[in-house]
Structure formats: structure tokens, C-alpha cells
């Protein structure tokens, strides 16, 4: 696994190592600054992930975006983003246990590069695989854990608070206490 962005950038472009390399229009491998203290990590790109090569550009992103910019965070400033499976599954399904494991390895590579303080899951999907298996967004949100060199923590999907608005206020509340965070970090 390469130790410098752009060769790992060319080896992912190449992966196949499972099936969503067949199927996706452009690779979506991460967007954001290298020496980020935050990384975001969400679950797989959709249709507009899909044509622009770039996470989280779709409603949804727009979305993150506005809560990424109510705590001074900004994809082309100061934070990375990723997710868990960098080619996009047909029909917006679920990445599949086999898909994440087999992905799995060019998020670690990512992580090894940028040596984020902080790693935010973004929905359930990385939550269940990066946290706890049994994480519940809905109970365990906002919750900091240190994971080895790492805190930890998982948030709301914005897909799923386009669905649920009541929800976006607890959303809020996360990124406020990752602001604290982040703060404390300093
Ligand atoms: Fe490779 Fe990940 Fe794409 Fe599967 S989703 S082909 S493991 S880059
Ligand atoms: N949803 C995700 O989880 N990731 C994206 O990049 C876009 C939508």
C-alpha cells in the first residue's frame, strides 16, 4: 500500500477487489485537506457521488455541508471526507459486509496518511463497522470513545434527517460538541 497520496489516489482508481468497481461511473476516493484533524466517513457515493467523483455533493451533501459550515468546517479548508466503500452501489443499496471488508483496506491507508484526532461516523453503516456493531444512531450519537490514537464518534446521516427532520436539531448538538472537541484538542 503506498505511503503518498497521489500513488494511493492511481492504485484505488485500479481496485476491483470487489464488485462495485464494475458498475460505478468515477471513482470516489475522498475529498479534503491533508493534514485534517477530522475525518468524516460515510457509507458509499450515490448518483451524483457517482458522476462528479467527489463525496457527498449530492442533497445530501449540501445538507452536511451547512453543518460542516455552522462550526467554522469547510471541505476545502480544514476537514477530510471519505467513506466506506469508494464505488457506488447500484441503486443506492447498502454496501454489503464483503464490500466494506473488501474497501476497507484503502480507508485504513487513508487514515495512515492524514492521522486524523478525531474520525466522525456519518450514519449508521460506518458507525455499525467503525464503533460498535450494534451501534444505534438514534442512542449513541454525539458520544465521543477513544479508539487507540483516535476519538471516535457517530452523527445522523443526512439522508436520514432529509427524512426526518425532527432530528436535525440533535444533528446540531453533535457538530457543537465535535466544535468543543476539537476545541480541547487544540
Ligand atoms: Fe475496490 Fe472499494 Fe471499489 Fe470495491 S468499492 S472495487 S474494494 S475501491
Ligand atoms: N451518502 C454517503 O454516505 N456518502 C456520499 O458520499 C454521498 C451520500
Redesign the pocket.
Known sequence: MSADWESLRSE?EA????????T?GK?VFGTGVRDAKVLFVGE?PGAREDELGEPFVGRSGQLLDQYFAAIGLDRHTNIYIANM???RPPLNRD?SPA?QD??L??LRAQVKLLRPKVIVCVGRIAAQRLISKSFAVTREHGQFVQRGEFLMMGTFHPAALLRNPSQKSAALEDFFALRDKLAELK
Not at 15 to 22: K, N, T, V
Open positions: 484505488c481496485c476491483r477487489a470487489c464488485p462495485l468497481g464494475e460505478r471513482l458509499g466503500v469508494k464505488c454496501p464490500e473488501a474497501c483496506l484503502w
